[in-house]
């Protein structure tokens, strides 16, 4: 029976359960020009360690598989654009795990640098929209990448908002690993935020006082692109997104 069911999963994927999907994805060996793609487009990747990229392949893997993303305007998607983007998407939940993704519906992929989109104006990089869409300018998202120590990156941005809204609302309060951490969580992120509104001078940009989402969303291109000053300067802030982020780029 497990045979046959085997088999027909193997016919029918479309029928197949996305846990299964996705185990069946990280178990496949990772393409070689895979890897090709990600050391000529992907900076943070090349800094890596052999054993952080190990551990992101079979995620990199699961999300280009199971993600729905399309090109529009005239963009035809290619392969190297769905490595590239899934890197990105992978590297904020390397520790929290892909279901942090599952209410993502379809990642919108434009050729333009800047975007017009209703009710966020003409010169968007990108929305993290509340439904569960993610819309991409192409061109960003390579000038996000190009400078892995800017604390800019237009991509990880855009998925810190979708992993905010894991819980249904993005407000710069994601799931957070235990119950215990929301209250430090809460505290930290809202005096800083606050502090931020006040006219704080801060290393993140100014931006992030916004309001709640856009300072989680900041704060954590800085935490990854710029580790070391963050823990520098904002110590309690760089604790917090290192205990929900599950590990220390500044170590
Ligand atoms: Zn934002």
């Given at each position: ?32 020009d895979w890897r ?38 005239g963009l035809e ?175």
């Amino acid at each position: 029976m497990s045979d046959f069911l085997d088999h027909f999963f193997d016919w029918l994927p479309i029928l197949e359960p996305r846990s299964r999907k996705r185990q069946r994805l990280m178990e496949a060996p990772f393409p070689e020009d895979w890897r090709a793609i990600l050391h000529r487009n992907v900076p943070f990747w090349r800094a890596w360690t052999p054993e952080r990229q190990a551990e992101a392949e079979p995620m990199i893997q699961a999300f280009a598989g199971e993600q729905a993303m399309t090109g529009a305007q005239g963009l035809e998607l290619t392969e190297e654009m769905r490595v590239v983007i899934s890197a990105s998407a992978v590297r904020p939940v390397l520790r929290l795990g892909l279901d942090y993704y599952d209410h993502i519906s379809e990642i919108v992929v434009y050729p333009f640098e800047r975007l017009s989109v209703p009710g966020h104006g003409d010169r968007v990089l990108g929305v993290a929209h509340a439904h569960g869409v993610v819309v991409l300018s192409w061109p960003a998202v390579l000038r996000g990448l190009r400078d892995p120590n800017d604390g800019l990156d237009t991509a990880l941005h855009e998925f810190v908002h979708i992993l905010d809204l894991a819980n249904g609302a993005m407000n710069g309060e994601p799931p957070l690993r235990e119950p215990e951490h929301v209250n430090p969580w809460a505290r930290v992120l809202g005096r800083r935020f606050e502090a931020m509104q006040d006219g704080a001078r801060t290393p993140l940009r100014d931006y992030a006082a916004v309001n709640p989402a856009e300072f989680l969303a900041v704060s954590s291109e800085h935490f990854f692109e710029r580790p070391a000053e963050l823990r520098r300067k904002m110590p309690d802030l760089y604790r917090q997104l290192e205990q929900f982020y599950g590990w220390d780029p500044a170590g």
